[in-house]
């Protein structure tokens, strides 16, 4: 029970990793508010039936409409120890076509949001000289890109540069500030995204990234969960601006041919 009676935000939490991050804290005995745009917080809450759990609709867009649920969390539960930036978009589309919506969509939920959510909640932090903050950068970005990902990997890179700073600022009030860097987790995100490169076959997609992964397999967004547990408990008080990887070893092999 390393999160007992820790409250955690985890935004972005109604699915995918931030799905796996909630379930995961609330197994080690947090109380957990998740903060997303999609209707499905409310079945998520409904779903998982647990007195700890609850949710708020929030736009992380909207700094006024975070300021408003921050506090009544506040109000709530007396505090806030943890804060999980999972909330994000991945929307592939090469740079020479792509429009600024959909360049302005990724930077105001990715960064912004991020930006926004941190800003509301790190100087409750601070007057309590303890926090934990966890940001979901990736691979991508940091690391590797593909085709297609020059939105996205901005916004990735920038929350790992993002995370670095405000550790440092952060590092003599007891606060930590890392990042988790996945590579492919089989979430509702990469599903989509195979329906969209093969309708009549997704899982050959699926099944092809797999291949190019050491492990031979997608992570589980349990897995995102269990490390980002492990940043948000007092295990991890003597690590602080670092991106952590977790991603199969995709992004080991020194050459394409395995063993070589």
Same mark, same amino acid.
């Not at 029970?1 to 972005?12: A, D, P, Q, S, W």
């Not at 005995?29 to 759990?53: C, H, R």
């Not at 050491?214 to 349990?222: A, D, N, S, V, Y």
């Given at each position: 029970? $390393?999160?007992?009676?820790?409250?955690?935000?985890?935004?972005?939490?109604?699915?995918?990793?931030?799905?796996?991050?909630?379930?995961?804290?609330?197994?080690?005995?947090? $109380?957990? &508010?998740?903060?997303?745009?999609?209707?499905?917080?409310?079945?998520?809450?409904?779903?998982?039936?647990?007195?700890?759990?609850?949710?708020?609709?929030? *736009?992380?867009? *909207? $700094?006024?409409?975070?300021?408003?649920?921050?506090?009544? &969390?506040?109000?709530?539960?007396?505090?806030?120890?943890?804060? &999980?930036?999972?909330?994000?978009?991945?929307?592939?589309?090469?740079?020479?076509?792509?429009?600024?919506?959909?360049?302005?969509?990724?930077?105001?939920?990715?960064?912004?949001?991020?930006?926004?959510?941190?800003?509301?909640?790190?100087?409750?932090?601070?007057?309590?000289?303890?926090?934990?903050?966890?940001?979901?950068?990736?691979?991508?970005?940091?690391?590797?890109?593909?085709?297609?990902? &020059?939105?996205?990997?901005?916004?990735?890179?920038?929350?790992?540069?993002?995370?670095?700073?405000?550790?440092?600022?952060?590092?003599?009030?007891?606060?930590?500030?890392?990042?988790?860097?996945?590579?492919?987790?089989?979430?509702?995100?990469?599903?989509?995204?195979?329906?969209?490169?093969?309708?009549?076959?997704?899982?050959?997609?699926?099944?092809?990234?797999?291949?190019?992964?050491?492990?031979?397999?997608?992570?589980?967004?349990?897995?995102?969960?269990?490390?980002?547990?492990?940043?948000?408990?007092?295990?991890?008080?003597?690590?602080?601006?670092?991106?952590?990887?977790? *991603?199969?070893?995709?992004?080991?092999?020194?050459?394409?041919?395995?063993?070589?």
């Amino acid at each position: 029970m $390393k999160l007992e009676n820790k409250v955690c935000i985890v935004t972005g939490g109604a699915m995918g990793n931030g799905l796996g991050i909630v379930e995961v804290f609330l197994k080690y005995g947090a $109380k957990v &508010v998740i903060f997303d745009y999609s209707d499905k917080v409310f079945e998520t809450v409904e779903e998982k039936n647990n007195p700890n759990l609850v949710g708020y609709k929030v *736009d992380i867009r *909207d $700094k006024e409409m975070i300021d408003k649920y921050v506090a009544e &969390v506040i109000e709530k539960f007396g505090k806030i120890d943890v804060l &999980v930036n999972n909330a994000g978009i991945c929307y592939l589309e090469k740079f020479v076509d792509m429009d600024d919506t959909v360049r302005d969509n990724h930077f105001g939920i990715n960064i912004i949001g991020t930006w926004n959510v941190s800003k509301s909640v790190v100087p409750h932090m601070i007057e309590k000289k303890y926090g934990k903050i966890v940001n979901l950068s990736s691979v991508t970005g940091p690391m590797v890109a593909d085709s297609g990902e &020059v939105a996205y990997a901005t916004t990735k890179s920038a929350i790992l540069g993002f995370t670095k700073s405000l550790a440092m600022e952060l590092v003599t009030d007891n606060i930590t500030v890392n990042a988790i860097m996945p590579g492919y987790i089989l979430t509702p995100m990469v599903e989509n995204m195979s329906k969209l490169s093969c309708p009549e076959n997704p899982q050959s997609v699926i099944d092809g990234i797999a291949e190019g992964i050491p492990m031979g397999r997608l992570g589980k967004i349990e897995e995102v969960g269990e490390l980002a547990a492990f940043l948000a408990s007092d295990e991890s008080s003597y690590i602080t601006g670092q991106g952590i990887v977790i *991603d199969g070893a995709s992004t080991l092999p020194e050459t394409k041919t395995m063993g070589v």
